[in-house]
């Protein structure tokens, strides 16, 4: 079973600023992927970035990076020079050898002048 | 082409319809998916298919039935559904030999109001 926990049901940031959004997991499963989706008002989930729980190195993809530590079980997504189209609902989700995606309450950003 | 395409957009059905969701794909994933979202809420599995077979099923009931006719195309058959199954039903691809890291690609959905 695989559970994620995003404890950040809001967040504001400011134009330009920096923003990190915290998601904390648990699964079974020995091999598994860490995943971020922006979910616009449109309702498409829109991929970001991925984590390999083997990685060594922490993943990044342009703006965005992911604050991986294993040990804590958890994957953080940090958005950097936050933009205003940034704002959206994002999730955090996990897959593991079962192929299937497994995903946390989400946290709604807001993008401010 | 590297896109999920979902038809219609938007859908409003009676108690007593039947009707079908469309999901199409052609970057050649072996793997497709249908989610169910609520508002608010995060999206949640109904169904797996791999390789053109159903793998897995999350305990969906029976009046949403699924059909892959081939590798590219996804169907979500709905009859005498209730006006709680309103939702945005995603549907996602991926490629199962290539492991994890290439992501799902999704669908940007269908809205479903049962009235």
């Known amino acids: 079973a695989q559970k994620i926990t995003q404890t950040q049901p809001g967040m504001f940031v400011q134009e330009k600023e920096a923003v990190t959004l915290d998601c904390t997991y648990d699964t079974s499963d020995p091999s598994y992927g860490l995943f971020w989706y922006k979910q616009p008002s449109s309702g498409e989930m829109i991929f970001l970035i991925y984590?390999?729980?083997?990685?060594?190195q922490n993943a990044t993809e342009g703006r965005y990076s992911l604050n991986f530590q294993k040990a804590r079980k958890s994957a953080n997504l940090v958005i950097s020079a936050s933009q205003l189209g940034d704002s959206a609902m994002y999730f955090c989700a996990v897959g593991g050898t079962a192929s299937k995606l497994t995903f946390g309450t989400g946290t709604r950003l807001q993008v401010t002048l | 082409d590297t896109e999920v395409t979902q038809t219609p957009k938007h859908l409003v059905m009676g108690m007593t319809n039947k009707k079908s969701l469309k999901c199409e794909q052609h970057?050649?994933?072996?793997?497709m998916y249908w989610y169910k979202q609520k508002a608010k809420k995060p999206p949640e599995l109904m169904f797996v298919?791999?390789?053109?077979?159903?793998?897995i099923n999350e305990s969906v009931p029976s009046r949403f039935s699924p059909e892959c006719p081939n590798s590219s195309l996804l169907n979500l058959h709905l009859h005498a559904l209730q006006p709680e199954d309103s939702a945005l039903y995603l549907c996602?691809?991926?490629?199962?030999?290539?492991?994890?890291?290439?992501?799902?690609?999704f669908g940007s959905g269908t809205r479903l109001t049962v009235v």
């Open positions: 298919y791999s390789y053109e077979k159903l793998s």
């Open positions: 996602a691809s991926s490629h199962p030999a290539r492991g994890l890291n290439y992501g799902y690609t």
């Open positions: 970057m050649g994933h072996r793997a």
């Open positions: 984590q390999g729980s083997y990685d060594q």
